[in-house]
């Protein structure tokens, strides 16, 4: 990924406050994506993340903060500044697609080309080129009315990169269509993103197309950022209980730390009385007494002494055909552990849960 | 700023006149109601509260109006209610076609129902009193002047309106929540008493309350059926004190701003009944519940159910054709005589050719100027974040809590006492039209307005359209069947309007609906009831447009 430093960020957001009423949605939001980046807004219905897509895109006002757009200042609380949406040149795909049932597939992929007074010729090969991309170039005389939700998709993404804006906001884009299809577009989009370089915020209530599509994730919740990483950083050190358990499947592991262990990790002793050892924190002052352990990290059978190794019963197991998901009883209560469904074990028998310290992140 | 100059003024600009059409003319009334000095001068010379105090006087007519509505209201919601249940919860055949019969009470409006009904069961000489004496009774079946007899012509015409209301809201039920309740056992009965009554109540009990403020300001059914009896209701009265001589224009104003007080009352609980009563079950998603079973049942339902269409509709239109078409006013059974001279009077007689042409003048006028500024308003108000919307929401609707009469009585004395010579003329008219369905045609863009997604707005103006642009590409398109359907209410309304014209017609600006009470007072009733036809035809030709055009553009846009 170009990181370039002296690469100007395409869009910056400081302090960023959306009221409603007395109501705060988005409360003092950071961040500055770079150029050709896709960054994911992540969080539950609610904490703020669409508001703060539709802040950027000028659909909102915005109570205070700043928000510049390829180094231009489009909202400004302080100097009161307000550009509004349509002379900010951003491009944007709505979560319903708004597709205008009254104009023809074309008319639609040109709109925002014959908003920008550009020559019929033009026009034309642009959006042929565009349709192509997405390929519905067989439906460009459709009415729009008549097409099936993919389509539309297919039709709204045309749509916002038509122009060429070199800035793309996606709010929940694929959430109306079906799980396969999702999971089809989801690789389109992110190949159209690369291919076009095209700098984008896209926002996601699903935390597993936020960590397959991103450059970087942001984790919302209650309108503020709970998080910023790479997907990596998000699924393997979570900064706060809550991104732990939004983002992935993990087990909270209450206890506290008892001192120091072998090889540079921490002792931890855990409610029940497990003795674990895990790793030490980034930051020296957390205090936890907490430790956050995916699923998908405990393995069953032999320990290498590097591990941690503890003794369970499976207590239940549920087949979810790309994995099994079994609750064990341990000595600090019930692990969800998921394995490949290559490993089947039986109800009631006994496991060797083994897992590396450095999987234990401590919150 | 951050909102876009031109939407700003142009709000300030609808704001400003719409708040003077409809708050200056009751500013007037209320100035009026206060005159207790010489009712003809202007401003008052002495203040009092003396008109109000007559009220006291007046009790007889408030007891009346009361008595008409009550007994017209739960007529109108039985009838209502029991349609709105065969039509949308029993498998009657040509359910479809009925509901859109449905509406053509509602386009024959009271004034042609009276004078049918008048036709109808007037005291020896109605044709099914004359049949009833037929049969060797020495009485009559009914005397439609009477009461009784304006409450049945009112019932007949709000029934559709109460049907629409109550249907909507068994519509909107989810057929889910029933099944749920047989399927954890209950009985059809106990689903019934338990589920489906206590969740459409609300929706009649707000069509109970809307169908009483209608009738508390209706006029028409009973001038025509009230006055040869001398029964007056507070809308008569009004009408009557004007027209005495020295009109009493006080009286007048505290009479109808009392009825606005009371029309405001019952608005205002029928929109809180609305608000906190009904439950979630609508969601504006419309649910086709499914049809009840009824078996053999079906046939006296269906019988039902044609028999309010024959009785508002066919029965008073056929009346009306036979006596348009008879040389004398008394149609007696066995002695009819046929002519066509009623028409060709109705076209030619020197002020009536004219009403039809300033009707329709005034009809296409009002609705083209009207529905680009409600349209415009309707935007503002449902999707604009502007601080003045509320405000401009309240004024819009403001005329749903007047009777046109008092309305019309308002705008009289406004325009009589403002240099702008408009008394007299069509433009009066029109300004009048426009004020009084201000709240219909809004209510009926804001439907279409909200039914259009925001997103498909913001779109256009991310992809870098302004707000004119936007408006011009997207909104309008996408509005416009809706508009169109506003424009022919908007037609039909005007062109049938009685209530605010009748103080508002001058010599030179006659206009059909007082045309046909005039005939009606000095001439003939074989003439009104050409009159009448006419202009149900009229009326009826614009609805099959209407549904034609709503058809076709459905069609292409689906």
């Given at each position: 990924m170009n990181r370039d430093p002296n690469n100007a960020p395409r869009i910056e957001v400081r302090d960023l406050v959306v009221k409603y009423g007395d109501a705060t949605a988005v409360d003092g939001v950071e961040f500055a994506i770079a150029p050709g980046e896709l960054v994911t807004l992540l969080g539950p219905s609610g904490c703020g993340k669409t508001t703060t897509l539709r802040a950027i895109a000028g659909l909102e006002t915005p109570s205070g903060g700043t928000i510049r757009l390829n180094s231009q200042t489009v909202y400004s609380g302080p100097e009161r500044k307000n550009i509004p949406a349509e002379k900010r040149g951003v491009s944007m795909v709505f979560q319903s697609y708004a597709i205008w049932p009254h104009m023809t597939v074309f008319e639609n992929v040109a709109y925002g080309l014959n908003v920008r007074k550009m020559p019929k010729a033009e026009v034309a090969s642009n959006v042929a080129r565009v349709l192509d991309m997405v390929q519905m170039q067989a439906y460009a005389d459709r009415p729009s009315s008549k097409l099936s939700g993919g389509q539309q998709q297919r039709v709204a993404v045309a749509r916002a990169i038509a122009f060429s804006p070199n800035v793309v906001l996606f709010d929940e884009p694929l959430s109306n269509l079906d799980a396969k299809l999702r999971a089809e577009m989801r690789v389109e989009l992110r190949e159209l993103q690369r291919r076009l370089d095209i700098t984008s915020l896209y926002v996601t209530h699903d935390q597993e197309e936020a960590l397959a599509i991103s450059d970087r994730v942001i984790v919302m919740n209650g309108g503020k950022i709970e998080q910023i990483g790479s997907p990596e950083d998000i699924y393997d050190r979570p900064a706060s209980h809550f991104v732990a358990d939004f983002v992935g499947s993990a087990n909270m592991i209450p206890g506290k730390v008892t001192g120091e262990g072998p090889n540079g990790t921490l002792a931890f002793e855990t409610q029940g009385g497990a003795q674990l050892r895990i790793a030490r924190p980034a930051?020296?002052?957390?205090?936890?007494?907490v430790i956050a352990l995916r699923s998908a990290y405990i393995h069953f059978g032999q320990t290498s002494g590097a591990q941690n190794g503890v003794a369970g019963t499976i207590h239940r197991r549920m087949f979810h055909g790309d994995f099994i998901q079994y609750v064990v009883d341990w000595p600090a209560g019930q692990l969800i552990v998921r394995r490949p469904p290559t490993e089947l074990f039986d109800e009631g028998s006994t496991v060797m849960l083994s897992f590396d310290p450095t999987h234990c992140v401590l919150l | 700023m951050r909102i876009p100059g031109v939407q700003t003024w142009i709000m300030m600009l609808l704001l400003l006149v719409c708040g003077a059409l409809v708050l200056y003319p009751l500013a007037f009334l209320i100035v009026e109601s206060v005159?207790?000095?010489?009712?003809?001068?202007?401003?008052?010379e002495e203040y009092g509260l003396g008109n109000y105090a007559n009220l006291y006087e007046d009790s007889r007519v408030i007891t009346n109006t009361l008595l008409v509505a009550c007994i017209s209201t739960v007529f109108a919601v039985i009838f209502g209610f029991i349609q709105a249940w065969i039509l949308t919860r029993t498998a009657i055949p040509g359910r479809e076609r009925l509901e859109r019969l449905m509406e053509l009470p509602y386009y024959m409006t009271p004034l042609i129902g009276a004078l049918a009904w008048g036709v109808l069961l007037g005291p020896k000489t109605g044709l099914l009193n004359q049949l009833w004496r037929a049969?060797?009774?020495?009485?009559?079946?009914?005397?439609?002047?009477t009461p009784w007899g304006i409450a049945w012509v009112m019932a007949l015409f709000e029934g559709t309106v109460a049907f629409v209301m109550i249907s909507a809201s068994m519509k909107s039920m989810d057929p889910s929540l029933e099944e749920s309740s047989r399927v954890l056992g209950a009985s059809k009965l106990r689903t019934m008493l338990k589920i489906t009554i206590p969740l459409v109540t609300p929706g009649i009990l707000s069509a109970t309350i809307f169908v009483f403020a209608e009738m508390l300001g209706s006029f028409a059914a009973a001038f025509v059926l009230g006055i040869p009896g001398r029964f007056y209701v507070v809308t008569t009265s009004i009408w009557q004190a004007t027209l005495s001589y020295p009109p009493d224009y006080g009286r007048a104003a505290a009479l109808g701003l009392s009825l606005f007080g009371a029309m405001v009352l019952t608005l205002g609980a029928a929109r809180l009944i609305m608000r906190h009563g009904t439950y979630t079950t609508i969601t504006g998603k419309a649910f086709r519940p499914r049809p009840m079973d009824i078996g053999a049942m079906k046939y006296p339902l269906m019988a039902l159910a044609w028999g309010y269409i024959f009785v508002a509709v066919v029965l008073p239109l056929a009346a009306l054709t036979l006596t348009s078409f008879q040389?004398?006013?008394?149609?007696?059974i066995p002695q009819m005589k046929f002519t066509l001279a009623n028409y060709e009077t109705a076209v030619q007689m020197g002020s009536l050719g004219p009403a039809f042409i300033n009707s329709m003048t005034l009809g296409i006028s009002v609705a083209t100027i009207g529905v680009p500024i409600i349209g415009i308003m309707a935007w503002i108000i449902y999707r604009s974040t502007m601080p003045g919307r509320i405000v401009m929401e309240y004024v819009a609707m403001v005329p749903a809590a007047v009777p046109r009469l008092v309305f019309g009585l308002g705008l009289l004395w406004a325009w009589i006492n403002i240099p702008i010579p408009l008394y007299g003329t069509l433009w009066l008219l029109g300004i009048a039209y426009f004020t009084v369905f201000l709240p219909l045609g809004l209510r009926t863009i804001a439907g279409v307005v909200l039914q259009v997604d925001k997103s498909l707005e913001e779109c256009a103006r991310v992809c870098g359209a302004s707000w004119t642009h936007q408006m011009r590409t997207v909104t309008l398109p996408l509005l416009r069947p809706g508009l169109i359907a506003a424009w022919l209410l908007l037609f039909i309304a005007s062109v049938r309007e009685l209530g605010a014209s009748v103080f508002l017609m001058g010599p030179h600006s006659k206009v059909i609906g007082p045309s046909i009470v005039n005939s009606w007072l000095t001439a003939s009733s074989e003439l009104s009831a050409a009159m009448a036809l006419i202009q149900t035809v009229l009326v009826f030709i614009a609805v099959a447009i209407m549904f034609r055009v709503a058809r076709r553009i459905g069609g292409a846009t689906e």
């Open positions: 930051d020296a002052r957390v205090q936890g007494t | 005159n207790v000095g010489d009712p003809q001068i202007f401003p008052p049969t060797g009774i020495d009485s009559d079946a009914f005397n439609i002047y040389q004398f006013a008394t149609v007696i």
